[in-house]
């Protein structure tokens, strides 16, 4: 399987700040054929449901804030959200896709206001 | 409304049965591939099951392979999860998750996740 690894477990931020999460895959997810990254990103409030934020890396879903921004290629990403607000509160894992049926998910980044 | 609701969760001993059910609406069942993804209370997520959107192909987690089983009904618009010889280890909660990836076929990303049930497996 891809592991997926996240850094930090847990960063505090002041509003209004940037928060960044990283996410290294133990093996390139990007794809020769179409020169895609099969890279997801999700956030999950208190008890709630993940939601999809971005796809393909840095596509952002439908409805995300423009603060939220998707980047990397190959086996290192990053999630930014510039401009730190109450309700970005959340743990946000990264998945890879690239892995057919093998699907893997990241530990895991808790996002806290400082 | 868009919406996945998972149902059937409870308390089970170890070693038996349970089956899992999740009822969608809002958009067209048969056109999408669907997953089960489990989520220890307090701890990361970990993709359990997938099937296309004909049933054609369906996948498992190394972890519940032989023993969970995944299904549609595409009439019903649902989705189950048959659970057996249940071990301590799967005490999660299971959310329904809809594919976002073209033609029914696995994109394995998901973008509609249902609130999900809890299943606790205890003697």
């Known amino acids: 399987d891809i592991v997926m690894t996240q850094s930090p477990d847990s960063l505090a931020v002041s509003l209004g700040e940037r928060a960044t999460i990283n996410c290294k895959s133990s093996q390139s997810v990007l794809h020769s054929s179409n020169n895609k990254n099969y890279l997801a990103w999700y956030q999950q409030k208190p008890g709630q449901p993940p939601k999809l934020l971005f796809y393909w890396a840095s596509a952002r879903e439908s409805g995300v804030p423009n603060r939220f921004s998707g980047s990397g290629s190959g086996t290192d990403f990053t999630l930014t959200i510039s401009g730190l607000q109450a309700e970005d509160v959340a743990v946000y894992y990264c998945q890879q896709y690239y892995s057919r049926l093998s699907w893997t998910f990241g530990q895991g980044t808790k996002v806290e206001i400082k | 409304e868009v919406q996945l609701v998972e149902s059937g969760g409870g308390l089970v001993q170890p070693g038996r049965s349970l089956r899992l059910s999740c009822a969608a609406s809002?958009?067209?069942?048969?056109?999408?591939?669907l997953h089960w993804v489990r989520q220890v209370p307090g701890k990361g997520l970990e993709w359990v099951s997938g099937i296309s959107w004909n049933s054609g192909n369906t996948g498992y987690a190394d972890s519940v392979k032989g023993r969970f089983t995944i299904s549609r009904d595409n009439a019903k618009n649902s989705l189950y999860l048959q659970m057996n010889n249940l071990r301590p280890e799967d005490t999660a909660f299971y959310y329904c998750?809809?594919?976002?990836?073209?033609?029914?076929?696995?994109?394995?990303?998901?973008?509609?996740w249902g609130r999900g049930t809890l299943v606790t497996v205890s003697s």
């Open positions: 998750g809809k594919d976002k990836g073209d033609y029914g076929d696995f994109g394995g990303y998901f973008d509609l």
């Open positions: 809002g958009f067209t069942f048969y056109d999408y591939a």
